[in-house]
């Protein structure tokens, strides 16, 4: 089993900054592919970003609106995985997931479904 607990959320203004954690522990092997997803209120869970590890290959994937705004990374000595966020817009509020599993295909590392382990969340709010 792995453990996935997010810190880092809250409120921000909008053209703010925030960056979210994303702390594993257990069978941190088993957690090749590391994303971000959230969820506005009446609104489905809907993919942010992904790392990617493969060996010596790293693949980074983001959902459109976020590109150019959002950088994720992880770091394998801390276990930990990170969620930049710059320039938030307001329709960035949601409730943000941290989410892993083994590793994903490019054609599936966008659906939730695919991902084993679930953070419980954090809360972003972002003030216009």
């Known amino acids: 089993q792995v453990q996935l607990v997010e810190s880092g959320g809250g409120l921000v203004q909008a053209g703010g900054s925030l960056r979210l954690s994303c702390a594993a522990s257990?069978?941190?092997?088993?957690?090749?592919?590391m994303g971000w997803f959230r969820q506005a209120p009446g609104k489905e869970r809907e993919f942010v970003a992904a790392?990617?590890?493969?060996?010596?290959?790293?693949?980074?994937s983001y959902r459109d609106s976020v590109k150019g705004r959002f950088t994720i990374s992880r770091d394998h000595a801390k276990n930990t995985g990170y969620l930049q966020m710059n320039n938030l817009k307001p329709e960035d509020t949601a409730v943000y997931y941290c989410?892993?599993?083994?590793?994903?295909?490019?054609?599936?590392?966008?659906?939730?479904?695919?991902?084993?382990?679930w953070g419980q969340g954090t809360q972003v709010t972002v003030s216009s």
């Open positions: 989410a892993a599993s083994p590793r994903l295909t490019a054609a599936t590392i966008g659906y939730p479904n695919m991902y084993d382990y």
């Open positions: 790392v990617n590890w493969g060996g010596d290959r790293i693949s980074y």
């Open positions: 257990g069978r941190t092997f088993d957690t090749a592919t």
